[in-house]
């Protein structure tokens, strides 16, 4: 869906982006990852064809970011970090200006402007002034704004900055029901705890540069992360897992194993079983919750 080679960008007195090269898979939610000032944005505005690169291209969906910039506004939604909202309009209007301001006929304007809320649970507060909403709501609506023309790339700059718990939650829920809607999305942030309950793939960027050289992928809905730890020391450890059918094993000690497995219940309790058969005092087996960022230090590790 996205495709980026050799991309230079540069500002008076810094080169932002050093010969950056990715590609994003379509239906993907993406993290981009990265401490302040690595270079997220940038690559963001790039790839909204909102910057035009020094060198190098920028493609999505086949379409190159300096010949067609806006054919490329019209398949993607972006929200930056700080994002715009006319506080003296209901909800209702400011989607309504957003859409009719993304090419969407009066006719279908309406239409649009209920799916958008909709998708976004702003439909009892179309009639609100959006200078009376919560910051939540309001970064609810932000995202409406971005999606109202449903297009099929979503740009998202650190879109969790500043939420509460249950706003962050609902985030999620959001993005995820996106994805399976069909979008290819892409967020940024440098708070991986932020984007571990969405994200499917990472891409980590420092200094202007790719860590690694590409995507990560982190998570599998069919064969998820499990952390196994055990009581009792033992060497042979890996060399038991790695012998198991259906284990792949990323990194184990004498006590403790990481590794994907099949999510099947029936198979794990067999996984177990046979680990008490040889010995192995399993004190607990669970899936992993820190699969970002156990890629993001492997990662970023083992490129120092």
Known sequence: MIDVRDLVYEYPTTRALKGVSLHVKPQTITALVGPNGAGKTTLLRCLAALEPPYSGSVTVD????????RAIHALLGYLPD???????????????????????????TASAV???AGRVSLLDRLDTKAGELSRGMRQRLAIAQAIVHEPRVL???????????????????????????GMTLVVSS?????????CTEMIIIEDGLIVGGNAIKVRDADRP????????ARSDLRE??????????IEADEYHALFTHPRNSAARARLIKAMLAAGFEVSSLGE???????AYFKQVGQAR
């Open 82 to 108: 700080f994002y715009g909202l006319y506080d003296a309009l209901s909800v209702r209007r400011v989607l309504s200006y957003a859409a009719r301001s993304r090419g969407i006929s009066p006719a279908l």
């Open 225 to 232: 992360r499990y952390m196994l730890e055990i009581a009792t």
């Open 190 to 198: 440098h708070i991986l705890a932020e984007l571990e309950d969405y």
């Open 240 to 249: 038991f897992l790695a012998g198991r059918p259906g284990v792949d094993v």
């Open 155 to 181: 740009l998202l700059d650190e879109p969790a900055a500043g939420l509460d718990p249950q706003a962050r939650r609902d985030l999620s829920t959001l993005l995820v029901a996106l994805k399976d809607a």
């Open 288 to 294: 992993s919750t820190k699969a970002l960022e156990e």
């Open 62 to 69: 086949g379409r190159d970011t300096r010949e067609a910039p």
């Open 114 to 116: 209920e799916k958008a």
